[in-house]
């Protein structure tokens, strides 16, 4: 496989294809990020452009959420795998057909959106063209079967897909609490976390919903929606926090300061997270 963006998630990708036996070849303009792919990834190689990828079997393509640079790179990958192999594109929301304008054959594109770290959360959003040829998205969705993650096809996809959308619904409200000054970032963080977040471990949205009652629910709903957070600008605390270049562990600070020495920490809740994806499939089967 070669994997066109070396930083966090292409290395994380990278990882999970290793691992199941993949050569892995990295192709990153940026010495630092090639240094740490071929460091992270067992035996990966890399190299700093396109034309030294050489041929694969497949391509996936991890850069920058930057719409022209997608394309370009989307575009190059077709003359790097076989006739008719999918060309993969992490993206966290841009569209299929935008990014596939420039391809010779932009049926063969599909999204394959990984969580971070890739290597540890089993689901991926699938998006395939329309016209895609037949079986070309099944065959994707086995390859990641192969890797032990868990798939899922939208066969609409909206802007964020699933995953980004209400991961963003939640942090809007999150914010919303803390711009009104009902708790502070690490108050929201405890209640969450030790409430919702470790119910939606064993259980999505949909079941639990049902072991508590639609009842219940909707009498909730009825009084709560109106007093919901609706806002179509981003934060003023988040604003402000970006405006200050705090952008969280990379910068050292965000909502929590973040001293070096933060990949240790890193490490230790990658392995916390395969426990609790254990301890989700054993209750899931």
């Known amino acids: 496989i070669i994997i066109v963006g070396a930083s966090t998630m292409g290395q994380c990708i990278g990882r999970l294809f290793a691992s199941h036996g993949w050569a892995v070849h990295a192709v990153d303009p940026t010495e630092a990020a090639r240094e740490g792919f071929v460091v992270t990834v067992t035996g990966a190689t890399a190299s700093a452009d396109l034309d030294g990828a050489g041929q694969a079997d497949l391509a996936l393509e991890c850069v920058p959420e930057d719409l022209s640079l997608k394309q370009q790179v989307l575009a190059f990958l077709e003359a790097a795998v076989p006739e008719g192999a999918p060309i993969l594109s992490n993206t966290s929301g841009l ?3 935008e990014m596939s304008k420039g391809m010779r054959h932009p049926e063969r594109a599909v999204i394959t959106h990984f969580f971070n770290p890739g290597d540890v959360i089993p689901a991926v959003e699938v998006v395939a063209a329309k016209d895609a040829p037949e079986g070309l998205c099944e065959q994707v969705m086995t390859l990641l079967r192969g890797l032990e993650r868990r798939p899922v096809r939208l066969d609409h996809a909206p802007p964020g897909f699933v995953a980004n959308r209400i991961q963003h619904a939640i942090m809007r409200e999150c914010l919303h609490l803390v ?32 072991l508590n009652g639609l009842g219940t629910h909707l009498s909730i709903a009825e009084y709560l929606y109106p007093d919901l957070c609706d806002r179509h600008d981003p934060s003023a605390t ?5 405006r200050r270049g705090h952008l969280g ?8 300061d973040w001293p070096e020495g933060g990949d240790a920490e890193a490490g230790a809740k990658d392995e916390a997270l395969r426990r609790v994806i254990a301890l989700a499939r054993d209750s899931a089967d």
């Open 249 to 256: 562990k990379r910068s050292g600070k965000g909502f929590y």
């Open 179 to 210: 711009d009104q000054g009902v708790a502070s970032p690490a108050e929201i963080d405890e209640i969450v976390q030790w409430s919702v977040g470790v119910r939606m471990a064993l259980s999505g949205p949909f079941r639990q919903r049902d």
């Open 95 to 97: 569209t299929l057909e």
């Open 238 to 242: 988040l604003a402000d926090l970006v």
